[in-house]
């Protein structure tokens, strides 16, 4: 398996899940199961059934965190002589030179992206705009409704 991207952040985020995951919820599950269990017959135990199904979903959770913490690069983009360009990890202000609307964004890798916390992936189209632009440049983004240009008003390494 190739490496996976992360920032320092990002890696921090994905441990803690992981050992929210182990200490937390398998506990709790298999309290779950055992309360299920003591209640007679499984075959049509509903709690059963469903903590079994919890359990499944976090198991698999567990395996792909410990994965991706196993394979990831984590990537510090304030140790990288990058002279004020974007990079992975950098947070970028843009503005919308359509609307005006300005929005800040950490580009961050696929594992780690949250358009809600507005850290957006590497590989999407915005980010691979911006990557190795620097504040004062303007890019083309190709967006569903047509193409659309931005100003980097600011490129920082938090």
Do not use: C, W
């Given at each position: 398996m190739s490496a996976?991207?992360?920032?320092?952040?990002?890696a921090?985020r994905?441990?803690?899940?992981l050992h929210?995951?182990?200490?937390?919820?398998?506990p709790?599950?298999?309290?779950?199961?055992?309360?299920a269990?003591?209640?007679?017959?499984?075959?049509?135990n509903?709690?059963y059934?469903?903590?079994?199904?919890?359990q499944?979903?976090?198991?698999g959770?567990?395996?792909?965190?410990?994965?991706?913490?196993?394979?990831?690069?984590?990537i510090d983009?304030?140790?990288?002589?990058?002279?004020?360009?974007?990079?992975?990890?950098a947070?970028?202000?843009?503005e919308d030179?359509d609307?005006?609307?300005?929005?800040t964004?950490q580009?961050?890798?696929?594992?780690?992206?949250d358009?809600?916390?507005?850290l957006?992936?590497?590989?999407?189209?915005?980010?691979?705009?911006?990557?190795?632009?620097?504040?004062?440049?303007?890019?083309?983004?190709?967006?569903?409704a047509?193409?659309?240009?931005?100003?980097v008003?600011?490129?920082?390494?938090?």
């Amino acid at each position: 398996m190739s490496a996976i991207p992360l920032t320092a952040r990002g890696a921090e985020r994905l441990q803690a899940e992981l050992h929210r995951l182990k200490t937390v919820e398998r506990p709790d599950i298999i309290n779950a199961i055992s309360e299920a269990r003591a209640q007679g017959d499984l075959s049509e135990n509903a709690e059963y059934d469903a903590a079994r199904e919890r359990q499944a979903f976090v198991e698999g959770r567990i395996k792909e965190l410990e994965g991706t913490l196993s394979n990831a690069q984590i990537i510090d983009p304030s140790a990288l002589d990058v002279d004020g360009k974007a990079v992975f990890g950098a947070t970028v202000e843009i503005e919308d030179l359509d609307s005006g609307e300005r929005v800040t964004y950490q580009i961050v890798g696929d594992v780690e992206a949250d358009i809600r916390a507005n850290l957006i992936s590497v590989s999407s189209p915005v980010a691979r705009a911006l990557i190795g632009k620097s504040e004062g440049d303007v890019v083309s983004v190709r967006a569903p409704a047509g193409i659309r240009e931005f100003e980097v008003l600011n490129v920082s390494y938090l």
